[in-house]
């Protein structure tokens, strides 16, 4: 077996960590002999054992024999963090060669990992997959290199471009996507830290924003609403989950946590800012029109997925248009789903 492939295996188990790990990154790691693959592990979720440690706990107590190979998706931590850092655990198991995907930027590491194992004489091999072991990690990678969560939009539209119809019928909101698409969505919810609406899309859809269709972590919900108009009713005030609301003026909503933003401040530096400081790596956003807009006015946004039914609604308010081809469309029941990147993906890119 070779390094590519000893290190796809890497990204497969840290993918079991998808929104339990959060903010800390997905990171798995295999332990290898020849052509044989002694044990496994992942980083499981946020506080416990990093992937390393935990793949030569399950490889016990035995010997580590010399000339295996540890791999591991992300470069090994030397700080001591809420876990021990996982260097010295390598190097006093004996570990005598590791294989790295990508370097972790967080500050306390970013090279620190790897020059440190080298100085203990291990044999250090960098960059196997890294384009890949980065675009596992894009959530954490951005927040810490770019200083803001990493930005999803997404939207459902109809098949002639609209993402309601008007005039809206009298039982409420219009289905665009399938159930199957509405599983896949949920999915998606769980993966992310939080997931943010505009005023107009709680006054009008009354949503939950939670996570139902799958087994998973709702995330935090976050409603934009300046001038207060959401009714304090709404489904995401009732305190099911954690909630944050960016307000101009306090309101008396008992289960919601409140952020006050100054009439000259721009929402959505904020709203990032905050979230930043919450340590929350992604934020995916599920609408209105106007919030979706302005995120890309401001060119913020990494992702965009667009899903697009089969109904026709003949008038409405018009999908956003977005500026690049998509990366690749999926089928999802009777919807097809669009998936634009910022920065080129690698193949096969994992879309979620
Ligand atoms: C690794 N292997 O599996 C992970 C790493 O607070 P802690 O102790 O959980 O440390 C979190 C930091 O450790 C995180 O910011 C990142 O730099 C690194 N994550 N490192 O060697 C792992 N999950
Ligand atoms: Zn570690």
Redesign the pocket.
Known sequence: MDHAHLMQRCLQLARN?AGM?A?????G?VLVQGDRILSEG??RA?????????CLHAWGDQPIPADAILY?S????S??????P?TEHLIARGVKTVAIGCT???P??SGR?IARLREAGIAVITDVQRDECRWVNRR?ITSIEQQRPYIILKWARSSDGFLDCHPRGTRGVQRISSFATDVLAHRWRSEEQAILVGSRTVLNDNPRLDVRHVAGRSPLRVILDRSGITPAASHVYDGSTPTLLITGKKRALPNVEQALIKDEIDPLDFLLAELQRRKVRSLLVEGGRELLGRFMEKDLWDEVREIVGEPLFLQGTPAPRHTRQPLRTLASGSDRIHLCTRTSAPEPAWPW
């Open positions: 960590g790990v903010p800390n990154p997905m990171v790691a992942w980083h946020h506080g416990s054992a990093h992937a390393e440690v935990n591991v992300l470069e090994p931590c700080h001591t963090g809420l876990t021990p996982c972790d930027p967080d306390r590491v990992g954490f």
